[in-house]
Structure formats: structure tokens, C-alpha cells
């Protein structure tokens, strides 16, 4: 089973901040690796597939970089609406997640 | 636009069975993959069936083959998962998603979600 490892776990930033999260593959996974963001009580959101390709209607401070086992989402200015839970999810071989990592107000 | 409608889920014994329903709308229904995620509360998500177009192609993860059955009727743009033998660690809110096109195995939409609670 190919497992997935986020961090940080939790990341308090402030408005205007960049922030980036990390996601690495147990092994490689191409750039068959997706990004999610989560609000509570709400379904996942797909931002970004295949690495880097940016899910039409997300907003283009939203990035995603890597290949092989090293993944990152970085978004370059947040705003109050990004405040969430982030999920990576690899589709190289059935799927996992994960373990998410929530961005918190600093 | 694309909806899906999950339902079905309540409240449960353990050892008992339960079928969730979803409810797929705003898409050819029949032309996409789609899967059942669960995420446990609190907790972060877990994929557990995949069903081609067809319903030709199934995936399980370990946690719930052999208990666990997705199907689906393309007549009715629905998609099913049968629960049995429940457990109180099958507890969660369970997602229908699509599946992106081929050959990208992501999940683009994704219903509300339905809760599953499996208690005495």
C-alpha cells in the first residue's frame, strides 16, 4: 500500500500570508497526486490534480509542485476563505490520503 | 450542474446492514467511474470502492471487502453500497464522488455526505 504523509499537521498563519504543505508518497507516484481543501461540515473540494493542474473556478493562489514522493501546495497570498483542512490524495495505485493538515487564524 | 445526492445513512446496530444510496444528476451518469469515501468523525478521509462505468471493474479497500458492495444502476443514475456486518469503527460520514476523466483518477465531485452511525 502506497501511504501518504502531510505536514505540518497544523499551521497557523495570518491574512496575506504565503503557506506551503508538504505531501509525501511512501513511493513514487508520477504526478498522479491530487489536493483537496475541506470546510467543516462540508464535502472535500478538488483544487489540484495531477500535481500541478489547477481545477477550473480555483483561485490562482493556489499551486501545486513535484513529482516522484515529494508534493507541495502553497498558496501564495491566503485569505480568510482558505482557512481549512488540506487534503493530498495519490490515484497512482487505488487511492489514499493524507492525513490532512489544517490552517488555522494566527 | 453536476449533483450527487447521497442518503440512507442512520443509526445502526453492530452486526447490522445498511445501503446507501446516491443520487447522480447534471453528467451522463453512465460515461464516469465514481467511488465511496467514508471520513470518520473527526478524522481525515478513507477511500473504500471504486466501480468502473460499467460496473465491470470493482476495488474494495482491505477495511471493508467482503463486507462491503458498491453496485450501480445507470438506468437510474444511481450509485449503491451495501454495509453488512457493521461495525462501531465503520462510524462516518460516507461521500459519493465521480471520478475525473480517464486516465486521471481523482474524485471532482463530491455529494454532501451521508452519516452512518453504528451504535448500541
Known amino acids: 500500500d502506497i501511504q501518504m504523509t502531510q505536514s505540518p499537521s497544523t499551521l497557523s498563519a495570518s491574512v496575506g500570508d504565503r503557506v506551503t504543505i508538504t505531501c509525501r508518497a511512501s513511493?513514487?507516484?508520477?504526478?498522479?497526486l491530487a489536493w483537496y481543501q475541506q470546510k467543516p461540515g462540508k464535502a472535500p473540494k478538488l483544487l489540484i490534480y495531477?500535481?500541478?493542474s489547477l481545477e477550473s473556478g480555483v483561485p490562482s493562489r493556489f499551486s501545486g509542485s513535484g513529482s516522484g514522493t515529494e508534493f507541495t501546495l502553497t498558496i501564495s497570498s491566503l485569505q480568510p476563505d482558505d482557512f481549512a483542512s488540506y487534503y493530498c490524495?495519490?490515484?497512482?495505485?487505488?487511492?489514499?490520503f493524507g492525513q490532512g493538515t489544517k490552517v488555522e487564524i494566527k | 450542474q453536476v449533483q450527487l445526492v447521497e442518503s440512507g445513512g442512520g443509526l445502526v446496530k453492530p452486526g447490522g446492514s445498511l445501503r446507501l444510496s446516491c443520487a447522480a444528476s447534471?453528467?451522463?451518469?453512465?460515461?464516469?467511474?465514481m467511488s465511496w469515501i467514508r471520513q470518520a468523525p473527526g478524522k481525515g478521509l478513507e477511500w473504500l470502492s471504486y466501480?468502473?462505468?460499467?460496473?465491470?471493474?470493482?476495488y474494495y479497500a482491505d477495511s471493508v471487502k467482503g463486507r462491503f458492495t458498491i453496485f450501480r444502476d445507470n438506468t437510474k443514475n444511481s450509485l449503491y453500497l451495501d454495509m453488512n456486518s457493521l461495525r462501531a469503527e465503520d462510524t462516518a460520514v460516507y461521500y459519493c464522488?465521480?471520478?475525473?476523466?480517464?486516465?486521471?483518477?481523482?474524485?471532482?465531485?463530491w455529494g454532501p455526505g451521508t452519516l452512518v452511525t453504528v451504535s448500541s
Open positions: 464522488a465521480r471520478v475525473g476523466p480517464f486516465p486521471n483518477d481523482y474524485f471532482d465531485y
Open positions: 447534471g453528467f451522463t451518469f453512465s460515461d464516469y467511474y
Open positions: 466501480i468502473s462505468n460499467s460496473g465491470s471493474t470493482i
Open positions: 513511493q513514487s507516484i508520477y504526478s498522479w
Open positions: 495531477k500535481a500541478s
Open positions: 490524495q495519490q490515484y497512482n495505485t487505488y487511492w489514499t
